[in-house]
């Protein structure tokens, strides 16, 4: 009798254990906390359906000149059903060390950015955001980010489609390509 009802406690406990690994691989993007540039709890489920382009950035870097060219590609395709979200980080060479509100108005004086900033966050290592381990894992290849401007092109339904190095444009020929064939699914 006592082993029947281990046994039966043990499924019970495997079948809750698998479960719950369903739930968690189960997460997308929509599904974790953030909050925005001005520090209010937000999250990405205002953009569900929408073609994104989450790049980490920094303010005082030898590529920051990258959000001239979000800017651009955001203001091509984003009657589309394209963003850009943008979000500081400052592990790289320590390139981003201002305040949130430093960053948005550097943002919007130097390069007039309109597309969806948010707070500063880890993208490499033990306090990586949620987000950008689930991200780099999507993705596959390396599981660490490689420099500022690192950007993922996440489909409408939420899952990764492709991985551009820091060193590539946003507006150059195959991110431009890739939204576009995005944008059409």
């Not at 009657?79 to 592990?91: A, R």
């Not at 309109?114 to 780099?136: C, R, S, W």
Request: with cysteine; aromatic share 10%; proline share 4%.
């Amino acid at each position: 009798m006592i082993k029947i009802f281990s046994m039966k406690a043990l499924f019970s406990i495997a079948l809750l254990s698998l479960s719950l690994c369903v739930v968690a691989a189960d997460k997308t993007v929509y599904d974790f906390p953030l909050k925005d540039i001005d520090s209010k709890a937000t999250s990405l489920k205002a953009h569900k359906g929408k073609v994104m382009l989450i790049v980490n950035v920094a303010s005082a870097c030898g590529l920051t000149r990258q959000y001239k060219q979000l800017q651009s590609v955001y203001q091509k395709y984003g009657s589309k059903g394209f963003t850009v979200c943008g979000f500081p980080c400052n592990q790289f060479g320590r390139q981003e060390p201002g305040t949130l509100k430093e960053i948005k108005e550097f943002c919007s004086s130097k390069y007039a950015v309109t597309f969806p900033m948010y707070a500063k966050i880890e993208v490499n290592g033990k306090d990586a955001h949620p987000l950008y381990q689930t991200l780099k894992k999507e993705a596959g290849g390396s599981d660490k980010i490689g420099w500022n401007f690192e950007k993922f092109l996440v489909g409408r339904d939420g899952k990764v489609i492709k991985r551009f190095s820091p060193g590539t444009k946003p507006d150059a020929k195959e991110v431009t390509s890739a939204i576009e064939a995005a944008l059409k699914k």
